[in-house]
């Protein structure tokens, strides 16, 4: 059963170590070059902002509704990379680099296995300054090519990495083949400054758990690297790196639901649990999305379809929004499974193919404070449910929280949050806004773009300076435009990179399905199949 059609192609490899520019110029107002932004004060170090993956940055202070247009907005550069960028670009502010001086960091990782850290204010043009760029691969290896039923080609860093800025280190999970064709999946810890390997990394990806179906012998199930794939966004949440694990496109092989969890400072596996240990399936795709924490350190994923046994018995949590207790290893602390998951399982209707998003603390009408994740899938429903208890599975109804009609077709767009609103945008939709009021989501979009988003909609994200100034950014890879609306109300599209004459804003074609845009002081960042792009104010 093929998923939900991440790209299959050759991306070309670019041999410079400099980076060149790409598609269209970088535009000139009044014979002024883009000036670079003032240094910043906000990091971006992991997928959509935070841990509960709320989307929002909140520390945007340049860039507001009344410049964000076609006049004083646009494409201020775009950067070559050696492969394709399927994760998040990610940001630090003010990091001191020896012998380069105080520097604000671009980080981005391409599939072609190299990570690269961009001095982010000399972007401009078709120049910019490289910190340093690392390949993390082995003598002899190189990315994945013509993996088994089709996937991403070549194949090495899909994941978004995440970043620990106390310990100067850059996680990072990148698949690699060897001379003789065997597949290796290996974590990597790289320093801020120079891109060195650090705590005796990389540690090789490997664990077992017991169980008797997917890839087991003896009653342990054993991770099988060459059919497993790490595309959800790695998590750190105290001192633990978790990665959440998937199939190959083509649903083949005996893979099953891994989150395997590393110790952040020295690399070593401390806990490994397999979510459908005695049939197999289940994986983690969450459209790029990553698994999620709430303050207490539980750990939130929702995993795709199972092969096998009913959710909830002999330890099956196929297409389940689950909870995972950390106080002692990794635990199911508890799960919310659809009725209907088994016709969802044959029509590969996954309740994963998007990531979940924590809210914060709501008041419903009684004065109850709630602590509710909100997480939609394939089935066309967006489920909001109560993290203190996900209302498990019950063959005939849902006993969630709050359930409701998103769209009639797909949905593989990860929600985000701002201001008390829920935003997302379904495969060839619109993008929504879903208002909240005493704890409860509107059933209809307050407000929705005109654009329809084509396949796999789009991923937003927000910025804002506080609760003023919300903007919502959202990229429609297919036709490869990058959209910012008013966060206010989404009728008033304040940009698109179709604007300006000339194709001033064009870029190179996007790869990714779910490449969400990354904003930071002042500019915002895309990637490509060959380059990050990236746009600011012209002057």
Request: proline share 5%.
């Amino acid at each position: 059963m093929p998923r939900f059609n991440f790209l299959i192609f050759v991306a070309p490899v670019f041999a410079s170590t400099v980076f060149v520019g790409c598609g269209s110029s970088s535009p000139v107002l009044n014979g002024n070059p883009p000036a670079p932004a003032p240094p910043s004060t906000t990091d971006v170090v992991t997928y959509h902002y935070d841990n509960q993956r709320t989307g929002q940055n909140l520390n945007e202070v340049t860039l507001t509704p009344a410049n964000v247009n076609s006049s004083t907005f646009g494409k201020v550069g775009e950067l070559a990379v050696d492969g394709q960028i399927d994760g998040q670009a990610l940001f630090l502010s003010q990091l001191a680099i020896p012998g380069k001086g105080t520097k604000d960091v671009l980080y981005v990782a391409t599939e072609n296995d190299t990570v690269y850290a961009v001095d982010a204010q000399s972007v401009s043009g078709n120049s910019a300054t490289i910190l340093w760029k690392t390949s993390v691969l082995a003598a002899g290896e190189s990315p994945a090519t013509n993996l088994p039923c089709g996937n991403i080609s070549p194949n090495g860093i899909t994941a978004t990495p995440v970043i620990g800025r106390s310990r100067n280190a850059i996680y990072v999970e990148a698949l690699s083949q060897n001379s003789a064709g065997n597949i290796i999946h290996r974590l990597h810890a790289l320093d801020l400054t120079n891109g060195n390997e650090l705590f005796g990394g990389p540690t090789t990806i490997t664990a077992t758990y017991p169980g008797t179906g997917g890839n087991s012998s003896g009653g342990v199930v054993t991770f099988l690297p060459n059919v497993h794939h790490e595309r959800a966004a790695l998590l750190q949440s105290g001192n633990v790196i978790y990665t959440a694990w998937s199939g190959l496109n083509g649903d083949c092989g005996a893979y099953s639901a891994w989150v395997i969890a590393y110790d952040a400072g020295t690399l070593k596996q401390t806990a490994a649990i397999d979510l459908v240990p005695n049939n197999s399936g289940g994986g983690m795709w969450m459209g790029g999305g990553g698994a999620a924490a709430g303050a207490s350190g539980d750990v939130y994923v929702i995993t795709g379809n199972g092969f096998g046994d009913t959710p909830g018995t002999n330890s099956s949590y196929g297409n389940s929004f689950v909870r995972l207790s950390t106080a002692s290893g990794l635990t199911v602390g508890d799960y919310f499974t659809p009725f209907n998951t088994n016709a969802e399982d044959s029509a590969d209707e996954d309740f994963g193919s998007a990531g979940p998003l924590l809210l914060p603390d709501v008041v419903d009408a009684n004065g109850v404070t709630r602590h509710l994740a909100v997480g939609a899938g394939k089935d066309g429903n967006l489920y909001v449910l109560n993290r203190d208890n996900l209302g498990q599975f019950n063959s005939t109804r849902n006993s969630v929280y709050q359930q409701f009609s998103l769209s009639s077709g797909e949905n593989q767009s990860s929600p985000v949050f701002f201001n008390n609103t829920v935003y997302v945008c379904p495969t060839n939709n619109t993008l929504k806004a879903f208002p909240i009021s005493q704890a409860l989501l509107a059933t209809s979009p307050s407000s929705q773009s005109a654009h329809r988003f084509g396949s796999n909609g789009a991923v937003p994200s927000v910025s804002a300076n506080g609760t003023a100034q919300g903007i919502i950014w959202a990229l429609d890879w297919g036709a490869g435009v990058l959209f910012a609306y008013d966060a206010t109300d989404l009728t008033k599209e304040l940009y698109d990179s179709n604007q300006a004459a000339g194709n001033r804003d064009h870029f190179s074609p996007v790869g990714g399905h779910f490449i969400t845009p990354m904003v930071a002081n002042g500019r915002a960042y895309i990637g490509t199949k060959t380059s990050v792009a990236v746009f600011g104010l012209l002057h």
